[in-house]
């Protein structure tokens, strides 16, 4: 049988979504195939068709799926603050969140949005802009200084750049001292990092608005 760990918990579903998150991430969507997806959740290739219309539905369920959540989920959290600092804490913290724990979901949307199908690519972009949107409002509520009009370009770059900081996690965390590679923050210690350093981030965006004004 197939070694795939802590997988019989999940429904077959989400089994398929997470072997396939992990094999597309590791080879690229174009060097794996149904098969393998199949036999790393224990079922034939064919079998996967119950599940997915093929490798491309896979592709699309995964990135329209995580743009999705993290839309519904920042919208959660940015209505549920005590005030804009506190609802940009609890998105900061979300976004953080979900690049430790779906580094593959990342890996996937930087290397394989292109193979999407383009009704499906603009699906995906369209929820980010919506995500995206909703950080420029938090953040220039949280720092005055960005709230003024000819801020506003200011604030939407800073939080372009905060994005590209925490989702570039999959490259810095988790090596395999194994393999040679050395030791790097454990996931407590990243996750501090990354949140105090989007929060320096935004604080030196206004500190630049300030400047100009």
């Known amino acids: 049988m197939p070694n795939v ?21 590791a080879r690229g969507f174009l060097g794996v195939g149904v098969d393998e ?25 995964l ?5 999705e959540r993290l839309l519904e989920e920042g919208r959660r959290r ?11 804490d609890a998105l900061i913290s979300g976004h953080v969140d979900f690049a430790l724990n ?28 919506g995500y995206v949107e909703l950080w420029v409002d938090v953040v220039r509520q949280a720092y005055p200084p960005l709230a003024g009009p000819t801020a506003e370009p200011v604030a939407r ?13 999959p490259h810095s965390l988790g090596p395999n001292p194994a393999h040679g590679e050395r030791p790097g923050l454990q996931r407590d210690g990243m996750a501090a990092l990354l949140h105090t350093l989007a929060h320096g981030a935004f604080s030196a965006a206004a500190d630049s608005a300030s400047a100009r004004a």
Not at 41 to 61: C, E, N, Q, T, W
Not at 78 to 88: F, V
Not at 115 to 125: A, F, S
């Open 5 to 25: 760990p802590e997988a019989s918990a999940l429904p077959r579903r989400d089994q398929i979504r997470r072997e396939a998150a992990r094999l597309f991430a």
């Open 37 to 61: 997806i199949g036999k790393a959740v224990g079922i034939s290739g064919p079998g996967l068709y119950r599940h997915f219309a093929g490798k491309d539905a896979m592709l699309a369920d």
């Open 63 to 67: 990135l329209i799926g995580i743009s």
């Open 78 to 88: 940015a209505g549920s603050g005590d005030g804009p600092a506190a609802a940009l």
């Open 102 to 129: 779906d580094r593959d979901l990342i890996t996937l949307h930087d290397r394989e949005l292109l193979n999407l199908k383009e009704e499906d690519r603009r699906t995906v972009r369209r929820l980010q802009r």
């Open 157 to 169: 770059a800073a939080v372009h750049a905060v994005f590209g900081l925490i989702n570039s996690t």
